[in-house]
């Protein structure tokens, strides 16, 4: 099972890197960096629905410096370029049918991912109150 997880991001850093060539490790980390703060924020919200508490009043600055910090911490864990350039040898001679099954599967999760701020709530919202 881990094995076909791991397997799987490569495959979703080698899509996203090849979406664009237009500065394609920069478009790795921002999508990178957005899945994870949907995990973030959606794993926040069910926390704050099991063992109900405030938020922390923070002004704009307080966000920005944590929304930096965040992004920082990503950009230390997951920017490998050298690392990604092995992912790529791993699929570069992908068959058009395993290409499209792969990106079927590399959008769906994308947009499912990101969308967890929406779908949490509405789950919670109909099925537990």
């Known amino acids: ?8 991001y490569r495959y979703f850093v080698y899509r996203i890197y090849h979406v664009n060539n237009h500065e394609p490790e920069i478009n790795v980390m921002v999508i990178l960096g957005m899945i994870h703060g949907s995990y973030v924020l959606s794993c926040l919200f069910i926390l704050s629905i099991i063992f109900p508490f405030d938020y922390p009043d923070l002004d704009k600055s307080e966000v920005y410096i944590l929304a930096l910090l965040f992004f920082a911490t990503q950009f230390l864990i997951f920017f490998r370029p050298s690392k990604w350039k092995t992912y790529f040898k791993e699929f570069e001679n992908e068959s058009k049918e395993e290409r499209r099954k792969g990106s079927f599967l590399v959008w769906g999760y994308l947009i499912f991912s990101l969308s967890l701020q929406i779908l949490i709530p509405v789950i919670l919202d109909a099925f537990f109150r």
Do not use: G
């Open 1 to 8: 099972m881990i094995s076909k997880i791991q397997k799987f």
